[in-house]
C-alpha cells in the first residue's frame, strides 16, 4: 500500500500559539489530500480538502481562517491551526488518494494538546 | 444525502470466535466500498470492494459485498486479541474524493 506520513505525531502546545502540522505522501503524488479531526471514541469528521494549486474547501461548520491549510507540492500539505485553543485539543489526520484511485491511505496522525 | 451505518455499534468476543460486521449505504453514485482498521492511531486499509459477490480475503479477514441490497459484510476468523480495534466502512464520492464514513464498529476480542 501507499505510504503518508505526518509530522509532529504529538504536539503540546500554549493557549494562543499556532502549531503547523505536515502530511506528506511518500511514495506517490496527490494531488488531493483531506484533513480529518477525530475526538475521542469518535467517528473521523472531515475538515477540509487540499487541493494542489489552488484553496482549501472546507466542510460546513470549519473555520478555514483558524485551520490553515496549504498545499505547497504534490507531495506536502500543511495544516495550521492558529491561535489555538483547549478545545482545538484533538487527534488530526490526514489522507491521500492516489491520483485517479478510490482507496485513501491515511497518515498516523498527529495528537494536539492546547494547554 | 449519502448514508452509511455500520452496525452492531460494539461487540465482545473471546479468542477464537467469529465476527460479522455489517455496513449499510445510501449513496447517489456507488464508485466503491472501503473497509478500515482503526487501533489507536490512524485506520489501516483493509479492502476495498467494487463488486458484488466476489470476495476479498486477507489471512483471517474476507469481506464481500452485495450492491443489490447495498451491503457489505466483513468478516473475522479465529479473533485473536490483537483484531481489537475499530472497524470502519466508507464509500467515497468518487475516485481521489472524498470518504463518507460509516460510524464504526467497536470490536473487542478477550483472551
Known amino acids: 500500500g501507499a505510504v503518508v506520513s505526518q509530522h509532529p505525531s504529538r504536539v503540546i502546545c500554549k493557549s494562543g500559539t499556532s502549531v503547523k502540522i505536515e502530511c506528506r505522501s511518500l511514495d506517490f503524488q496527490a494531488t488531493t489530500m483531506f484533513w480529518y479531526r477525530q475526538f475521542p471514541k469518535q467517528s473521523l469528521m472531515l475538515m477540509a480538502t487540499?487541493?494542489?494549486?489552488?484553496?482549501?474547501?472546507?466542510e460546513q461548520g470549519v473555520e478555514k481562517d483558524k485551520f490553515l491549510i496549504n498545499h505547497a507540492s504534490l507531495t506536502l500539505s500543511t495544516l495550521t491551526v492558529t491561535s489555538a485553543h483547549p478545545e482545538d485539543s484533538s487527534f488530526y489526520i490526514c489522507s491521500a488518494p492516489r491520483s485517479g484511485a478510490y482507496e485513501q491511505y491515511f497518515g498516523p496522525g498527529t495528537r494536539l494538546t492546547v494547554t | 444525502e449519502d448514508k452509511v451505518v455500520q452496525s452492531p455499534l460494539s461487540l465482545v468476543v473471546h479468542e477464537g470466535d467469529t465476527v460479522t460486521l455489517n455496513c449499510s449505504y445510501e449513496v447517489t453514485n456507488f464508485r466503491s466500498l472501503l473497509w478500515y482498521k482503526q487501533e489507536k492511531k490512524a485506520p489501516t486499509f483493509l479492502f476495498m470492494l467494487t463488486s458484488s459477490g466476489i470476495e476479498k480475503k486477507s489471512g483471517r479477514l474476507s469481506s464481500i459485498l452485495d450492491k443489490k441490497e447495498l451491503f457489505s459484510i466483513l468478516n473475522i476468523t479465529a479473533t485473536q486479541t490483537g483484531d481489537s480495534a475499530v472497524y470502519l466502512c466508507a464509500l467515497p464520492k468518487a475516485a481521489g474524493n472524498k470518504l463518507t464514513f460509516g460510524g464504526g464498529t467497536r470490536v473487542l476480542v478477550k483472551p
Open positions: 487540499s487541493n494542489e494549486g489552488s484553496k482549501a474547501t472546507y
